[in-house]
């Protein structure tokens, strides 16, 4: 079963989603795509005020709550708390390098660069700060061509966007994380809520489908 996994890295929701994203990916009979959308990327992208960083804060209880997943006083202090962009472009880039040198490695360096935001109160919103996060990891190709603008990694990163917006167009997703199960015209959209509840049932359908 293919499972094609549409998100944001600056989105809270799938930062909370993520455990069930790699329980999915470990999964033998599951391949699955990441595809970021760019939902807060270019237009999608803003300002952080200290109404927007109330109003995250407040959401990101709701989500460590719902999932357990960690937003720390650093995260708040550092990132919340000290204004600045919101624009998940460079997250996207490097992700895309990533996509491009070691695939394989794509979703280690998403929970990465996650922990790095919500835990470690690290930029990730920055070229220079997702460079960071990829040498750390041993990924210094990826964060070279990153920040080289490399012409492979610009253009897949437009083509993956791309994809990514038609298929939330054809299938009238309006948010993230979303998931959609099969391939081509087999596709088919997931129940929303699937990632925070137990897998149980979502991979009994998986297997049913």
């Not at 990441?34 to 999608?44: E, H, K, N, Q, S």
């Not at 990514?164 to 391939?183: E, F, K, Q, W």
């Not at 149980?200 to 489908?209: E, R, T």
Request: proline share 4%; aromatic share 8%.
């Amino acid at each position: 079963m293919r499972l094609t996994y549409l998100f944001d890295p600056l989105c809270g929701w799938c930062y909370g989603a993520g455990p069930a994203v790699e329980t999915l990916a470990a999964h033998d009979a599951i391949t699955l795509e990441l595809l970021p959308t760019g939902l807060f990327a270019g237009r999608g992208a803003g300002r952080m005020d200290a109404q927007f960083s109330e109003y995250a804060w407040s959401n990101d209880q709701r989500i460590a709550k719902q999932t357990g997943q960690r937003f720390t006083d650093a995260y708040r202090t550092r990132i919340l708390g000290a204004g600045g962009a919101f624009d998940s472009t460079a997250a996207s880039l490097g992700l895309t390098a990533v996509h491009v040198t070691d695939p394989g490695r794509e979703l280690t360096v998403l929970k990465e660069l996650q922990l790095a935001r919500y835990v470690h109160g690290q930029d990730i919103v920055s070229v220079a700060g997702v460079g960071e996060v990829l040498r750390a990891l041993g990924l210094a190709s990826a964060a070279e061509r990153m920040l080289a603008r490399d012409h492979a990694v610009v253009e897949a990163y437009g083509r993956r966007l791309q994809t990514a917006h038609s298929l939330m167009r054809r299938y009238g997703l309006s948010g993230v994380p979303a998931l959609l199960a099969g391939d081509g015209e087999r596709q088919r959209p997931l129940p929303g809520n699937a990632l925070y509840e137990p897998l149980d049932g979502l991979l009994a359908q998986l297997g049913a489908a």
